[in-house]
Nanobody
Framework: QVQLVESGGGLVQPGGSLRLSCTASGSIFSIASMGWYRQAPGKQREFVASITSSSSTNYLDFVKGRFTISRDNAKNTVYLQMNSLKPEDTAVYYC??????????WGQGTQVTVSS
């Protein structure tokens, strides 16, 4: 079994920062892409950022320049550094990993709330 566990969510004021982490554990041979999605109340889940095993990145336009995705391949961990947070960033954030043979796996989600 493969498990993805996220951490780092919480409540932050507008303009503040948070760093999310997500670690994959279990029977993993290799991981291709890892990434983050988010889902706000009443909205569909949307793509936020992704990173390949060679560290090529892709971002939602709304977060470009504010969020940075990175990964530690040795630890099967992906990070999302979120700066200059806005109330519109409030959502449950989910990490995912495209694992060889097994396919895409998801974490359980972590709540990020941006409010004064």
């Amino acid at each position: 079994q493969v498990q993805l566990v996220e951490s780092g969510g919480g409540l932050v004021q507008p303009g503040g920062s948070l760093r999310l982490s997500c670690t994959a554990s279990g029977s993993i041979f290799s991981i291709a892409s890892m990434g983050w999605y988010r889902q706000a109340p009443g909205k569909q889940r949307e793509f936020v950022a992704s990173i390949t095993s060679s560290s090529s990145t892709n971002y939602l336009d709304f977060v470009k320049g504010r969020f940075t995705i990175s990964r530690d391949n040795a630890k099967n961990t992906v990070y999302l550094q979120m700066n200059s947070l806005k109330p519109e960033d409030t959502a449950v954030y989910y990490c995912n990993a495209d694992i060889e043979i097994l396919g895409r796996r998801w974490g359980q989600g972590t709540q990020v709330t941006v409010s004064s």
